[in-house]
């Protein structure tokens, strides 16, 4: 979660022992443009990998970024 100005950006998921789902994203319009969604998503792909999770992406904003970092490609859940 982000907050500016009164303005919460937030990427929602849920947690399994050994998979991490990035269901959705959500920037609000006043808070778009400043990079605040990919480093919600960074951040969580980091957490994933350096606690042995796999990715499960359902949200297509995760997906755009994923396919723009292909760093991150191993962790997602085939």
Known sequence: MAERDGAVAY?????????LALVHTEVP????GQGIGSSLIESALRWAREHHHKVDVICPVV???ISKHTEYSDLVLR
């Open 11 to 19: 990427l929602e998921y849920s947690l399994t022992p050994k998979v």
């Open 29 to 32: 319009e006043e808070l778009r």
């Open 63 to 65: 997906q755009d970024y």
